[in-house]
C-alpha cells in the first residue's frame, strides 16, 4: 500500500511565500501529482513529476526528491484566491491511478 | 484542456431510494473513467474504476451491488447509489484520463452532491 502524508492546515499572508510538504512511502513509484480543489469543487491539475528537481510553472513550483520520497509544492506571491485545499497524489506499481493524500488546507489572510 | 461534466451537481433524495450520476467526457473518448468519494476534509477515496464495454472494477470495501457502475459508452459512465441512506451523503467525483495526451494528467468532473434524508 502507500503512505502519504501533508500537513491538515497551514496559513499564510496574501503577498508571501508558503511551501506545502508532502511525504509518501510506497514501492514501484511512477510519479507524484499537485492538485488544488476549492471547497465545493472537483480537483484541479497543478503538477505532475516523475524525476527529482524542481519544475516551475508560473507563481507555483513543485519539487521531488525519489531518494527521500518527499515533495514539495510551493506557491509564490499569494493570492486570497489560492486559499484552497492543496492534494499530493502517487502513482505506483505500474498504475497511473494515484492514491491521494488527505490534503492541506492553505488560508491566505490579508 | 479536456472537458468532463458531471449531472446532477447536486441531488437530494430520501433513504432508500436509487440516485444515478452520469460523468461525461465532452471532447475526447474515455475507455477509462473513475469514480471518487470525499467526506468532508477527507481526501478522495477511489471507489471503482470504470472500462468501457466491461465491468468495473471496485476497490476493496465497495460494495459492488449497492454502487453500480455502467460504462455504456466512450463518453458516458454512471453511478447508481442503490437503497441509499443517509451514510452514503457525500461528495461524488468523476475523472477520466486522456489517454492521447500521453500525460495520464486526470480530468476531474465538478462533482455530484448527494444527500440522503
Known amino acids: 500500500g502507500q503512505n502519504i502524508d501533508q500537513p491538515t492546515e497551514m496559513t499564510a499572508t496574501e503577498g508571501a511565500i508558503v511551501q506545502i510538504n508532502c511525504t509518501y512511502q510506497?514501492?514501484?513509484?511512477?510519479?507524484l501529482f499537485w492538485y488544488q480543489q476549492h471547497a465545493g469543487e472537483a480537483p484541479t491539475f497543478l503538477s505532475y513529476n516523475v524525476l527529482d528537481g524542481l519544475e516551475e510553472k508560473g507563481r507555483f513550483s513543485s519539487f521531488l526528491s525519489r531518494s527521500k520520497g518527499y515533495s514539495y509544492l510551493l506557491l509564490k506571491e499569494l493570492q486570497m484566491k489560492d486559499s484552497a485545499s492543496y492534494l499530493c497524489?502517487?502513482?505506483?506499481?505500474?498504475?497511473?491511478?494515484?492514491?491521494f493524500g488527505r490534503g492541506t488546507s492553505l488560508i491566505v489572510h490579508p | 484542456g479536456a472537458v468532463v461534466s458531471q449531472h446532477p451537481s447536486w441531488v437530494i433524495c430520501k433513504s432508500g431510494t436509487s440516485v444515478k450520476i452520469e460523468c461525461r467526457s465532452l471532447?475526447?473518448?474515455?475507455?477509462?473513467m473513475f469514480w471518487y468519494r470525499q467526506f468532508p476534509k477527507q481526501s478522495l477515496m477511489l471507489m471503482a474504476t470504470?472500462?468501457?464495454?466491461?465491468?468495473?472494477?471496485?476497490e476493496q470495501g465497495v460494495e459492488k451491488d449497492k454502487f453500480l457502475i455502467n460504462h455504456a459508452s466512450l463518453t458516458l459512465s454512471t453511478l447508481t447509489v442503490t437503497s441509499a441512506h443517509p451514510e452514503d451523503s457525500s461528495f461524488y467525483i468523476c475523472s477520466a484520463i486522456d489517454t492521447g495526451e500521453g500525460t495520464y494528467e486526470q480530468y476531474f468532473g465538478p462533482g455530484t452532491r448527494l444527500t440522503v434524508t
Open positions: 510506497t514501492s514501484g513509484f511512477n510519479g
Open positions: 470504470s472500462n468501457e464495454g466491461s465491468k468495473a472494477t471496485y
Open positions: 471532447d475526447f473518448q474515455a475507455t477509462t
Open positions: 497524489a502517487v502513482s505506483s506499481g505500474g498504475s497511473y491511478i494515484p492514491t
